[in-house]
């Protein structure tokens, strides 16, 4: 099946720094989607993004869907402690149901 | 709008007993339910997809008798872990999509599974 690699699996950086985290994939999707999960919560969608090249942002936050429909990268800018969590990656094909989501990315923020 | 319900949040029972985990889309229409399981540190691991009225396709791997799926309307989906053993601790996750074709997974809160 499908999958993912989500990197890095964990950074540990400090308060007001920027934030990359990248997802790839062998074969194309058609969504990609990044949530952030709080220990002990559920992930949370962040953005959502439904064409290949395309570059949204939510606040801090900047996502874009790779134009190879392979990949897609999630930027955290002027990163604050409560930034901390692990952040997943998730391609989906549309009418395909489930989402294929990558291993996380651990964010850890020193104030 | 997109609001996932989980219930309940902890559970702590004795080895050999069921428990029942409710997911409710709260302002949407759930066409396809989702249940994954979560161990520390690691990422989510799909159980299986349901839709509404049909039978749920589980994983590779994930016994059907042990945990059984029920999605019986467009707004709730319930998981049942049968006769629990300390090996199915865990974290237990529903996500729901549906409202609109093309809608993200919305994930409820988790239940956190304990069996003593």
């Known amino acids: 099946g499908q999958q993912l690699n989500q990197s890095p699996q964990s950074m540990f950086i400090q308060e007001g720094e920027d934030v990359s985290m990248n997802c790839t994939s062998s074969?194309?999707?058609?969504?990609w989607l990044w949530y952030k999960q709080d220990p002990g919560e559920g992930p949370v969608l962040l953005i959502a993004?439904?064409?290949?090249?395309e570059l949204t942002s939510n606040g801090r936050l900047t996502a874009q869907f790779g134009i190879t429909r392979k990949d897609s990268f999630l930027n955290i800018s002027a990163s604050i402690p409560s930034d901390v969590g692990i952040y997943f990656c998730?391609?989906?094909?549309?009418?395909?149901?489930?989402?294929?989501f990558g291993d996380g990315t651990t964010l850890t923020v020193k104030p | 709008g997109a609001v996932v319900s989980q219930h309940p949040s902890w559970v702590i029972c004795k080895s050999g007993t069921s428990v029942k985990i409710e997911c409710r889309s709260l302002?949407?229409?759930?066409?396809?339910m989702f249940w994954y399981r979560q161990f520390p540190k690691q990422s989510l691991m799909l159980m299986a997809t349901?839709?509404?009225?049909?039978?749920?396709?589980?994983e590779q791997g994930v016994e059907k008798d042990k945990f059984l799926i029920n999605h019986a309307s467009l707004t709730l989906s319930t998981l049942t872990v049968t006769s629990a053993h300390p090996e199915d601790s865990s974290f237990y996750i529903c996500?729901?999509?549906?409202?609109?074709?093309?809608?993200?997974?919305?994930f409820g809160d988790g239940t956190r599974l304990s069996i003593l």
């Open positions: 074969s194309i999707f058609n969504t």
């Open positions: 996500s729901a999509s549906g409202g609109y074709s093309n809608q993200p997974q919305h």
């Open positions: 302002d949407f229409q759930a066409t396809t």
């Open positions: 349901s839709n509404e009225g049909s039978k749920a396709t589980y």
């Open positions: 993004l439904y064409k290949a090249g």
């Open positions: 998730a391609g989906r094909n549309t009418n395909a149901g489930k989402s294929t």
